[in-house]
């Protein structure tokens, strides 16, 4: 096997964000910037040789070309086997039970997760390590610094790897296997929970369930594990074909994005019961309930208090964590069990030490992705399980249980409120003069509102030590209620603001109160605080959920 050394030359702005870098896809298109990112992830790498590696995405437009080329650099860079998924397809979160049963070396996913798809839309690219997690900051990192001296990729010569058949091919030395997308993951999921008793509810005549995969990559997945594993009838997997523009809708499970869904558990005429979505890779989820969507902050608050319904936590659970932004509803679950609950920046990441280290059991975001210690990402289909399962052994609805929640925990009231495709100067703007105003936010008054404390939040690793700094602004008022404000580190184009409003209410009789007036005032506050008009020029914001 020759090893080819091509020339090259740094592009400036490869620095992966809060999962991977993403860009464009003409950015990734043009010669050499994929290869130059993809060298450098194998230059930062150590004792590769030999070693397996998992490879696979969403199936988003440049996904096949993507992996061509990663799997001669692959060869080149010195692996002895690739697994990945037919046709390229690999949802993220079964990447990572593939790398962890099968002890891989690590994996590259190719994703930008809800962005939009297509020749004009989004592409995406990650490195996950050996426990199957997103790599941590030290080696992004390094990976970043890689990027900017680079001056050749290596590669080799090969035919394309037919990847529409499950088997083996050589590229070289190396050994490509193309493997079942699904199986790996699907066993593992079973592992978990009580299929004979989520069969059960499937089957009756009284319960039908809707499951919109957005034409991304958890079609196959929840076709092979809902209908024909756990009998659900055909029909109940909609939009469940993988495209690479997801048929030009943008595969973000929110009310604004899985619309249709909303309206059809809103319609008593649609006789359905239950409603969930999942988005590009499959590692966020919505839960929908008869005219009810439950937030994914509650979700993980719910997941956590009926943990002693499903098989795999019956036991017990270690801890819980949550990113900072995510409300505090599962903070008091987590008082209630008497177990910790840790507050992270946002990204996967940061759950990864607390699960290997046994210290956390169930993580949650704000954004949609909760997940567990089975895989080390958010697991969407996994979400959709474990309501399944709740929903089976309570014998009610999703809207009941929350509600019922509610009334034992406190309904803490929660928006997120995004300002997409700011101008990047302004929203630093944004970002540096809040900051600068922090020292004098505390005790003082606005908006007829109290501040008790604001801080730019900051973060330990309990486990590593390592320290996270500038991971989003809090304002903090006295009754308990709270503003975010982070830059998304997520989004191709420009900046998305994000504005983060939480409210707790005690009171049953104020739980029916819609979300945005019962946050009407911070959301006068947020405006004026971080003068969000006045800097961007924006009356509202683009996305509301």
Not at 27 to 38: G, I, K, T
Not at 86 to 106: C, E, H, M, N
Not at 271 to 299: H, W, Y
Request: with cysteine; net charge negative; charged share 20%.
């Amino acid at each position: 096997m020759q090893v080819i050394s091509v020339p090259t030359t740094p592009f400036a702005g490869q620095k992966p964000g809060t999962s991977g870098l993403r860009k464009k896809v003409k950015v990734f298109s043009q010669a050499r910037y994929l290869e130059n990112f993809v060298q450098a992830i194998f230059d930062t790498l150590s004792g590769q040789e030999g070693q397996t590696l998992v490879l696979g995405g969403d199936g988003r437009y440049y996904n096949d070309v993507a992996i061509q080329t990663i799997l001669r650099m692959a060869a080149a860079a010195g692996f002895g086997r690739v697994l990945v998924g037919r046709d390229g397809i690999l949802s993220t979160p079964a990447a990572s039970a593939v790398i962890r049963k099968w002890q891989a070396f690590g994996g590259i996913i190719l994703s930008a997760s809800h962005n939009e798809g297509g020749p004009e839309g989004d592409f995406g690219i990650k490195y996950n390590l050996g426990n199957g997690g997103p790599a941590n900051e030290g080696f992004t990192d390094a990976v970043h610094r890689r990027t900017q001296e680079i001056g050749a990729y290596r590669t080799v010569e090969s035919p394309a790897v037919d990847l529409s058949r499950i088997g083996d091919s050589r590229i070289g030395d190396m050994r490509v296997s193309v493997i079942d997308p699904v199986a790996d993951y699907a066993e593992l999921l079973e592992s978990l929970f009580d299929f004979d008793r989520i069969a059960a509810l499937l089957a009756r005549p009284d319960f039908r369930m809707r499951f919109d995969a957005m034409h991304a990559v958890t079609g196959p997945y929840a076709r092979a594990i809902l209908e024909n594993r756990l009998g659900a009838p055909a029909g109940t997997v909609v939009n469940g074909i993988p495209l690479p523009d997801f048929a030009g809708g943008h595969p973000d499970p929110n009310p604004v994005w899985a619309a249709d869904l909303v309206a059809a558990l809103a319609d008593p005429a649609s006789g359905l019961s239950f409603g969930a979505a999942s988005d590009g890779d499959g590692d966020r989820n919505m839960i929908v309930g008869p005219n009810f969507v439950v937030s994914p902050s509650d979700s993980l608050a719910v997941l956590a208090a009926n943990h002693a319904l499903v098989p795999a936590y019956a036991g017990g659970l270690a801890g819980v964590a949550r990113s900072m932004p995510t409300s505090c509803a599962v903070d008091r679950v987590a008082r209630a069990l008497g177990i910790p609950c840790y507050e992270t920046p946002t990204g996967w990441k940061y759950f990864g030490s607390l699960l290997d280290a046994g210290k956390a059991t169930l993580c949650g975001e704000e954004s949609a992705g909760t997940g567990s210690n089975h895989v080390r990402e958010k697991d969407g289909l996994w979400a959709v399980l474990y309501w399944l399962n709740i929903l089976a052994v309570r014998a009610t609805s999703a809207d009941v249980i929350v509600r019922e929640h509610w009334r034992r925990f406190g309904r803490n009231v929660y928006s997120r409120h995004d300002y997409e495709a700011i101008e990047t100067d302004r929203a630093d703007r944004l970002m540096d003069e809040l900051r600068a105003r922090l020292p004098q936010l505390a005790g003082s008054e606005s908006c007829g509102l109290r501040i008790a404390a604001a801080d730019d939040f900051s973060y330990t690793d309990p486990v590593d030590g390592s320290r996270s700094e500038r991971q989003g602004v809090r304002v903090m008022l006295d009754d308990g209620s709270r503003v975010v404000f982070r830059l998304s580190g997520t989004g191709t184009e420009g900046a998305t603001l994000r504005v983060y409003l939480e409210r707790f209410v005690a009171d049953p009789d104020q739980h029916e109160v819609p979300t945005q007036e019962a946050l009407a005032p911070l959301i006068r506050l947020a405006d004026a605080v971080a003068q969000i008009t006045a800097i961007t020029g924006r009356q509202k914001a683009d996305v509301i959920s």
